[in-house]
T-cell receptor
C-alpha cells in the first residue's frame, strides 16, 4: 500500500509569492489532516477534512491559508501571500476510522525568504 | 488548553545504554497519549500509544506507561541501538468522535546513539 505522499518535498519562495502544497492520502482514507512545525517548535494542528468537508479548521493561522480537498481525494494547502513566519515543515496525515492510526507523509519544507 | 512538555534535547547515548525521555501533559478529561518517531528523511510514525490510565504502550523495545496521577507518559528503552537515532514526539488526543486525529504535540527530542 502506498503511503501518504506530499509534493513538493522542498519549496523556497520569496515573501509575497504564492505556494501550493499537495497531499495525496492513502487510498480509501476519509480523514486527512494538515500539521505544521515552525522553527523547530512543536508540531501544530492546522485542519481536518472528512472526505471533502472541513471538519475542523481551528488551527489555521489566518486567511492567507486556504485548504481544499477536491472530491475527497488529494488535498492542497495554498499560502497567499507568503510571509517569513510561514517557513517551516508542513505535514499531512490520513487515517481510516478503523484503527484510528494516523499515517504521516514526509512533509514539505517551506522556506520563505 | 491542552499542552505537552518533553524533556529538552538533544540526547546523546552510547549503544546499549538505557533511555528515558520525559513527557508530561496538561489536559482536561481523559486524553489518549502517543509517542511518534521521525527517522531521518521520513515522516512521523506511531511508535506506541495508551488510551487510559495505567495502560502501558510498547513497541520495538520501547515502553511508556500512562500515569494519570503524575500526568506523565515517559518513554523508556532498556538498550538503545544506533538505528534508534531519530526525533521523538510525545502527543495527546483529547478529541472524541471523528476528531481523534487532532493531536497536541510536544516540541520533540532529538536522540543520537553512537556505536
Amino acid at each position: 500500500e502506498a503511503g501518504v505522499t506530499q509534493f513538493p518535498s522542498h519549496s523556497v519562495i520569496e515573501k509575497g509569492q504564492t505556494v501550493t502544497l499537495r497531499c495525496d492520502p492513502i487510498s480509501g482514507h476519509d480523514n486527512l489532516y494538515w500539521y505544521r512545525r515552525v522553527m523547530g517548535k512543536e508540531i501544530k494542528f492546522l485542519l481536518h477534512f472528512v472526505k471533502e468537508s472541513k471538519q475542523d479548521e481551528s488551527g489555521m493561522p489566518n486567511n492567507r491559508f486556504l485548504a481544499e480537498r477536491t472530491g475527497g481525494t488529494y488535498s492542497t494547502l495554498k499560502v497567499q501571500p507568503a510571509e517569513l513566519e510561514d517557513s517551516g515543515v508542513y505535514f499531512c496525515a490520513s487515517s481510516q476510522e478503523e484503527g484510528r492510526v494516523l499515517h504521516f507523509g514526509n512533509g514539505t519544507r517551506l522556506t520563505v525568504t | 488548553g491542552d499542552s505537552v512538555t518533553q524533556m529538552e534535547g538533544p540526547v546523546t547515548l552510547s549503544e546499549e545504554a538505557f533511555l528515558t525521555i520525559n513527557c508530561t501533559y496538561t489536559a482536561t478529561g481523559y486524553p489518549s497519549l502517543f509517542w511518534y518517531v521521525q527517522y531521518p528523511g521520513e515522516g512521523l510514525q506511531l511508535l506506541l500509544k495508551a488510551t487510559k490510565a495505567d495502560d502501558k504502550g510498547s513497541n520495538k523495545g520501547f515502553e511508556a506507561t500512562y500515569r494519570k496521577e503524575t500526568t506523565s507518559f515517559h518513554l523508556e528503552k532498556g538498550s538503545v541501538q544506533v538505528s534508534d537515532s531519530a526525533v521523538y514526539f510525545c502527543a495527546l488526543s483529547n478529541a472524541g468522535g471523528t476528531s481523534y486525529g487532532k493531536l497536541t504535540f510536544g516540541q520533540g527530542t532529538i536522540l543520537t546513539v553512537h556505536p
